[in-house]
């Protein structure tokens, strides 16, 4: 799969901040509402993956 990189802004959300995911992510990995996701800290970024149950 191709690297792409998107840009997006962060909001607020009460006391987190939240980022919408591209569509175009959401749909590679078959993201659906309720999914499970696990974050990784890095360095200076983070990973974020789809966790299979």
């Not at 690297?3 to 987190?16: D, E, P």
């Not at 970024?45 to 789809?50: A, E, P, Q, R, V």
């Amino acid at each position: 799969m191709a690297k792409i990189v998107f840009k997006r802004k962060l909001v607020q959300n009460k006391a987190s901040l939240q980022f919408i995911v591209p569509k175009e992510i959401v749909e590679s990995l078959n993201l659906k509402k309720g999914d499970i996701l696990g974050i990784t800290l890095e360095e200076d970024s983070f990973l974020c993956k789809k966790i299979e149950e």
